[in-house]
């Protein structure tokens, strides 16, 4: 049994596939998107009226699905300490949120279209926005709890050695990261322009991907005794 009673194998796997998959926005890069990724939200990439909505919302599908089930599959089994079930916990919370989020797209790009922006302003677009925004924060919320409870468990319970090494500057980066979209986003909702919102998006869930990177190599290496 490992250290932390996590199923090593499993959960590795199902966490790395997710953090492949939650890196799908670089297909961008790909891609003829028509957005600007120093300007545009993610989740634009994803709305109904893109050109490769669908393929982005299915991505967002998957890597919900599959952090949800590798935060399932360890919550049963892991030690029963404070900040280990407070991160498995909030890594169930953040996937089950990205995956419902992915069936709550926006209808147009805010940042790209003015006329979106107006009808959104106006409260004119469908209620999806309003019900995106809060599985968006409540994916960013678990999120969050993840990285930071996890980051603490390793490091104060002697677990995953690459985790408690690399996890603290990705906290820190991650917190600064997170900082800086919600700064733009009270901005962009104020009529002030968009900061740069794209990119402090993408350096944020580029960051969750990392780190869940990190954390899936961790519980893979770990060892049985």
Same mark, same amino acid.
């Given at each position: 049994?490992?250290?932390?009673?996590?199923?090593?194998?499993?959960?590795?796997?199902?966490?790395?596939?997710?953090?492949?998959?939650?890196?799908?926005?670089?297909?961008?890069?790909?891609?003829?998107?028509?957005?600007?990724?120093?300007?545009?939200?993610?989740?634009?990439?994803?709305?109904?009226?893109?050109?490769?909505?669908? #393929? !982005?919302? &299915?991505?967002?599908?998957?890597?919900?699905? *599959?952090? +949800?089930?590798? /935060?399932?599959? =360890?919550? %049963?089994? $892991?030690?029963?300490?404070?900040?280990?079930?407070?991160?498995?916990?909030?890594?169930? #919370? !953040?996937? &089950?949120?990205?995956?419902?989020?992915?069936? *709550?797209? +926006?209808?147009? /790009?805010?940042? =790209?279209? %003015?006329? $979106?922006?107006?009808?959104?302003?106006?409260?004119?677009?469908?209620?999806?926005?309003?019900?995106?925004?809060?599985?968006?924060?409540?994916?960013?919320?678990?999120? +969050?709890?993840?990285?930071?409870?996890?980051?603490?468990?390793?490091?104060?319970?002697?677990?995953?050695?690459?985790?408690?090494?690399?996890?603290?500057?990705?906290?820190?980066?991650?917190?600064?990261?997170?900082?800086?979209? +919600?700064?733009?986003?009270?901005?962009?909702?104020?009529?002030?322009?968009?900061?740069?919102?794209?990119?402090?998006?993408?350096?944020?869930?580029?960051?969750?991907?990392?780190?869940?990177?990190?954390?899936?190599?961790?519980?893979?290496?770990?060892?049985?005794?």
């Amino acid at each position: 049994m490992s250290r932390s009673g996590v199923p090593a194998r499993p959960v590795a796997v199902l966490l790395a596939l997710g953090a492949l998959a939650y890196t799908a926005w670089v297909l961008e890069l790909v891609f003829h998107t028509g957005l600007d990724p120093i300007q545009a939200y993610v989740s634009e990439l994803a709305a109904a009226d893109q050109p490769f909505g669908g #393929l !982005f919302r &299915a991505t967002d599908l998957v890597a919900g699905l *599959l952090v +949800l089930a590798g /935060a399932v599959c =360890a919550l %049963p089994r $892991c030690e029963r300490r404070p900040w280990s079930l407070l991160g498995w916990s909030g890594l169930a #919370l !953040f996937g &089950a949120a990205t995956a419902l989020d992915s069936r *709550l797209p +926006l209808s147009c /790009a805010p940042t =790209a279209d %003015p006329v $979106c922006a107006a009808r959104e302003t106006a409260g004119l677009v469908p209620a999806t926005h309003t019900a995106h925004a809060v599985s968006s924060g409540l994916a960013m919320v678990g999120a +969050l709890l993840g990285v930071v409870a996890l980051t603490v468990a390793a490091r104060r319970y002697r677990w995953w050695p690459p985790l408690a090494a690399l996890g603290p500057p990705l906290v820190a980066l991650e917190l600064a990261a997170t900082t800086w979209t +919600l700064t733009s986003v009270a901005a962009f909702q104020a009529g002030r322009g968009t900061w740069a919102l794209g990119a402090g998006q993408r350096l944020q869930v580029l960051l969750v991907a990392l780190w869940l990177g990190v954390l899936a190599w961790s519980v893979a290496q770990e060892r049985r005794t």
